[in-house]
């Protein structure tokens, strides 16, 4: 019989316990937001071989391959910008149209697509930049031209899933860099 006394009072004891612990105030979690810090852009003009040059960013890094192509790594932001150098030989055309290919692309994931047309006349600089807007494996390209001797493309990659709202503070960083790449650009 003592033995289901306590039994008993063990019981009521938890049953008592579970009610007065559950209740329907909860508090909500505070807003939180993703603290993402860029350095100020500061750039530097790079030496090499090749038949142009332009400032890039303190942030990046850039490898030459033998046909004056490049990689601009950013390793702290995980991307890359490819750099592809051609040299006009009565094909502008077909060399812009595959880079206008390029772009078309990324239509089917893109959200919009905003170009946003350059032009240096004194430097002798003419080009586009597009703006991929969405879940685009590339959300920044641009091609540059003289018009008669050289033509270079840049697209814009991150080593991660394509997440636009995530990766827009990035991706608007590196468009700002590769636009000042534009506006610095020299042929030699």
């Known amino acids: 019989m003592k033995y289901k006394q306590t039994v008993l ?6 049953s008592i316990s579970i009610l007065f612990a559950c ?4 508090m909500p979690k ?21 038949h142009y040059s332009f400032a890039i ?3 990046s ?14 390793p702290k932001l995980h991307a890359q910008v490819h750099l592809t150098y051609k040299r ?14 390029l772009t078309s692309k990324h239509t089917v994931r893109a959200d919009a697509i905003v ?26 390209q641009f091609y540059a031209t003289d018009s008669v001797h050289h033509v270079i493309t840049a ?21 700002n860099d590769m636009m000042n790449m534009m506006e610095t650009l020299e042929w030699k």
């Not at 209740?23 to 909860?26: A, E, Q, R, W």
């Not at 030459?64 to 950013?74: E, G, H, L, N, Q």
């Not at 002798?124 to 685009?136: C, D």
């Open 30 to 50: 505070p807003q939180s937001y993703l603290l993402l810090e860029y350095p100020e852009a500061e750039y530097h003009r790079f030496l090499n071989g090749c």
């Open 115 to 140: 170009p946003f047309p350059f032009e240096n006349a004194e430097k002798r600089v003419f080009g586009i930049m597009n703006e991929v807007q969405g879940e685009s494996a590339s959300n920044v």
């Open 23 to 26: 209740s329907n105030d909860s």
């Open 57 to 59: 960013s303190t942030e």
């Open 88 to 101: 006009i030989q009565n094909n502008l055309q077909e060399i812009l149209s595959d880079a206008d290919k």
């Open 155 to 175: 697209a814009l990659y991150f080593k991660v899933r394509p997440h636009y709202d995530s990766l827009f503070p990035g991706v608007d960083y590196i468009k």
């Open 9 to 14: 009072k063990l019981l009521i004891w938890v």
């Open 61 to 74: 890094t850039i490898t030459f391959k033998d046909d004056c192509s490049a990689i601009i790594d950013y």
